[in-house]
């Protein structure tokens, strides 16, 4: 099934697995983002998410034309392209606001609400017209819009606090007027953390009520991850101690009370054989790869072929992730020419140069 093609809508995809969005620190419209994600696309993913995104870059037309060329070598590559738009805690008059008032942040008002609402839709349209094949919206890791529907974070004693329904909200609003702006055919992606591993965090029976309702708003897709917890464990990028398939079984609960969304599954599907379970058993419709897809572009068409030995096997190391939290591009620890893709197309790294950097790996 893994190579089976899926229709979400007009959207024909050649296979079940996709590129999950995650953050390099490349930008979009430079030669190095360029280059790094026409290197997934060729290696025969069948959806590109490129990385989160604020949606307030898409007030400029010339980053609209500039992300433009992004796309379209994506779709010269051979895979289809989806971009996530990232609705973060905004800065409102020099304040960054959340649903509740935490860690130095204001609460936000429904006038300022009814205005992100409409900075995201807009940003929606805008990344259509760039030619994206889907959006990718971020409800889910913390940030705003998933601090909106968890009861961890969400104090509010509004319309948009307390209950289940009202912490949905803002989320549903959210989905209603993005499917408005871009039409009833375009896809749209729904990123979500299914749970929470704080005691009074997002429990997986509040995900499924919350799945249907994002379903009958609009959603095409539910792309199901999960949130963060105390400490400093990393729930989100699970490391190689914990199991392959991490979080598919969030995804079955998710795909069993859906009607017509297609379901993401993701967490360490990084080999074929638990790719190929995940979907027999039904757990979910698409594989999400991430940080496998780092550490080897290649690894769908190795996996087609079977050329399971070749493939440069990610090791849950995190570097990446920690590249990220210093501010830093992405590098990988076993796949030195990761964010380097440029410097192999335009001649400057050198056949010396790779093999110096293949013998430090």
């Known amino acids: 099934m893994l190579f089976d093609p899926l229709e979400i809508g007009t959207l024909k995809l050649k296979s079940r697995i996709v590129m999950a969005p995650m953050a390099t620190n490349y930008g979009l419209r430079s030669d190095r983002a360029v280059a790094y994600y026409t290197e997934r696309a060729l290696g025969a993913v069948s959806l590109v998410i490129a990385q989160a995104t604020p949606v307030g870059v898409f007030q400029s037309e010339s980053f609209v034309t500039g992300v433009t060329r992004l796309v379209n070598a994506i779709h010269a590559a051979g895979a289809k392209a989806a971009i996530q738009l990232f609705c973060g805690n905004a800065q409102?008059?020099?304040?960054?606001v959340a649903p509740s008032a935490v860690?130095?942040?204001?609460?936000?008002?429904?006038e300022e609400i009814e205005d992100s609402i409409r900075r995201c839709a807009y940003a929606a349209a805008k990344a259509k017209e760039a030619g994206f094949d889907a959006v990718n919206l971020h409800g889910a890791h913390g940030y705003f819009v998933h601090q909106f529907f968890s009861p961890h974070t969400n104090r509010r004693t509004d319309e948009y606090g307390g209950s289940l329904d009202r912490r949905m909200r803002f989320a549903l609003e959210l989905v209603a007027a993005t499917r408005a702006a871009v039409g009833v055919d375009y896809v749209i992606m729904y990123r979500h953390s299914a749970k929470e591993f704080f005691a009074d965090g997002i429990k997986i029976e509040d995900t499924l009520e919350f799945a249907v309702a994002l379903e009958n708003a609009g959603v095409d897709v539910m792309d199901v991850s999960v949130g963060r917890g105390p400490g400093k464990r990393d729930y989100v990028s699970p490391r190689k101690n914990m199991p392959l398939g991490t979080y598919a079984d969030l995804a079955a609960a998710v795909k069993g009370v859906v009607k017509k969304a297609k379901v993401v599954a993701v967490g360490r599907m990084n080999t074929g054989e638990i790719s190929?379970?995940?979907?027999?058993?039904?757990?979910?419709?698409?594989?999400?790869?991430g940080r496998q897809l780092i550490a080897d572009p290649y690894w769908p068409q190795k996996v087609r072929e079977r050329r399971e030995a070749e493939i440069v096997v990610c090791n849950a190391c995190n570097k990446c992730?920690?590249?990220?939290?210093?501010?830093?591009?992405?590098?990988?620890?076993?796949?030195?020419?990761?964010?380097r893709e440029w410097e192999v197309a335009n001649g400057t790294l050198t056949a010396g140069d790779l093999a110096a950097l293949r013998a430090k790996k």
Do not use: F, H, W, Y
């Open 92 to 96: 409102i008059s020099g304040e960054a």
């Open 103 to 110: 860690d130095g942040m204001r609460e936000i008002t429904k």
């Open 276 to 289: 190929e379970r995940v979907l027999q058993e039904g757990k979910a419709d698409l594989i999400a790869v």
């Open 321 to 339: 992730m920690r590249c990220i939290d210093n501010g830093l591009p992405v590098t990988c620890e076993v796949n030195p020419l990761a964010g």
